[in-house]
């Protein structure tokens, strides 16, 4: 070889590394801040930032060394001077697919919080934030998780995302931060804890099989809120009448908040409603054209009563009401629709004539609120700068997601969290339901825990709590309170067994 060409290819070399990412190493900030609670001054230390995950490559049977493969944005919260073995830590993340943990975070378990006000008293902008004395941190540590892809959790240069878009993916990125997080923080022997919203429940439930199988870390406690365990309970086709149902006792709810069952106590509202998705509903869209003419007229007039709806409609959709179109119909003849995560919301619709409502109101109205409030928050508090757009809400990564470990199935995590527990019969399970959750219908939720395959004597380990609210029913500052409550005596109690 020439001397000219190999300075050549010295320099070619030179150039590739001096252009090549510098290798992404965490940017964690840590802060010093107090919380007063009851006259009790807390003080407890934060770190925000995104920590590597890294995956050992290996070829031919030799290894490679380690490849960053994404970096994850979480928020701690560790209490000063506690005792690591004894205090609790919960790990916290909402659900979509594709949505960040700023809902948990700045909705109920921080040690802040933001104030979005809630249906007729809503907070206008630019917003604010103040000290939540309710928050979790008194019972646990807590550690916010933003899924890659969202919030500013992001694959590295030349990585795919669609890796992490997935339910596979998704469960063993999120264990893996997990995992890192106890590591790292000599927590081992800590009470462990799992707070998930939404997909957040179905995620937390894989994860509590997922960790134990991969790692042996064992759980203490999942926290699900606004469950969905069983995708088949709120996946309306043809094929599948379970959510026609199930739905009901939700849609019998929300008829009743805007006045259209007169004076009737709720309760006895939702008695009639469950008692005839779980009988005679079913019964009937199982008969199909084998139902009598009188019996089709009777199932028609009780599901229009429940509902709220008119016995035309109900008649014309064959006694099938999906979620949407009701969220739609419902108050068509008010000009408005109500929303689908909390009924409770209403808006103006400006087509009549629409069969599926332009606009959620029980997320528009409030999410510029959470968004102001952290944008400000992880800046001027925690003191973490980063230029890329926090993503709240990614649309694309709901798009995009894949569900094929379950193809020809329902998508379901029953099993996984039936092993989990057989596994470690001291795993206690909190599942919070709002009675105007259009989202995740808290009757649909109690037919899964239902089907969970455990020993009688592990069924007093599931414990249920039911607030007046939507799906994010700390938004109702009444449901908020008695929420942050249940969720510290639960944590309390499912540490100390």
Known sequence: ???????????????????????????????????????????????TGRIVLRQEIKKDGKAEGHRAKAEVFLTAYTLDDAEPGTRPVTFAFNGGPGSSSIWLHLGLLGPRRVLSGDVDELVPPPYGLEDNPDSLLVHSDLVFIDPVSTGYSRVTEGGESQEYSGFQGDVESVAEVIRLWVSRNERWLSPKFLAGESYGTLRAAALAGHLQERYGLYLNGLLLISSVLDMGTLRFHEGNDLPYSLYVPTYAAIAHYHGLHGERPLDDVLADAEDFAAKDLPWALSRGARLSTEDRAEAVATLASLTGLTESYVDRVNLRIEHVRFFTELLRDRGLTVGRMDGRFTTWEVDGGREHMS????????????????????????????????????????????????????????????????????LRVHVAFGHYDGATAYYASEH??????????????????????????????????????????????????
């Open 448 to 497: 899964v825990l239902a089907q969970l395959e455990i020993p009688e004597e592990l069924r007093d380990n599931i414990e249920t709590a039911y607030y007046p609210a939507g799906h994010m029913m700390y938004v109702h500052e009444p449901s908020r309170l008695q929420q942050s409550k249940d969720l510290g005596k639960f944590i309390t109690s499912a540490s100390n067994r």
């Open 359 to 426: 606009d959620d109101p029980s997320v528009s109205r409030i999410i510029g609120a959470y968004s102001a409030g952290f944008n400000h928050y992880v800046r001027a508090e925690l003191g973490y700068h980063n230029d890329l757009p926090y993503e709240i809400l990614s649309g694309e990564v709901f798009k995009a997601w894949s569900y094929k470990e379950f193809e020809g199935r329902s998508v379901s995590v029953v099993s996984t969290l039936s092993e989990a527990m057989r596994a470690n019969p001291y």
């Open 1 to 47: 070889m020439s001397d000219t060409t190999a300075a050549a290819e010295t320099a070619e070399k030179t150039s590739d590394e001096e252009t090549k990412a510098p290798e992404p190493v965490d940017d964690l900030v840590t802060t010093q801040h107090t919380l007063t609670v009851k006259r009790r001054k807390l003080a407890y230390t934060a770190q």
